[in-house]
């Protein structure tokens, strides 16, 4: 299993249990759509302070597992 995605989590008390970042209230689906749209990692970074640059990769790498499974 890639260590990245330890990263990501569910919780039903947060944004309705969908995958979010280290608990925080960024679901996976709305990083991914920010950066799809040309928003790039460094933009995103700078917005989000309290995102991390393996949080994105995280993000990056969630569809990924579900793809496989």
Do not use: F, W
Not at 13 to 18: L, N, R, T
Not at 24 to 52: H, K
């Amino acid at each position: 299993m890639n260590p990245l995605l330890s990263r990501i989590t569910i919780d039903p008390a947060i944004c309705h249990g969908k995958p979010c970042v280290r608990g925080l209230r960024y679901p996976v689906e709305t990083l991914l759509e920010l950066l799809s749209s040309g928003m790039t990692t460094e933009a995103l970074l700078s917005d989000y302070e309290d995102l991390e640059r393996e949080d994105l990769l995280a993000a990056l790498a969630y569809p990924n597992r579900l793809a496989q499974n």
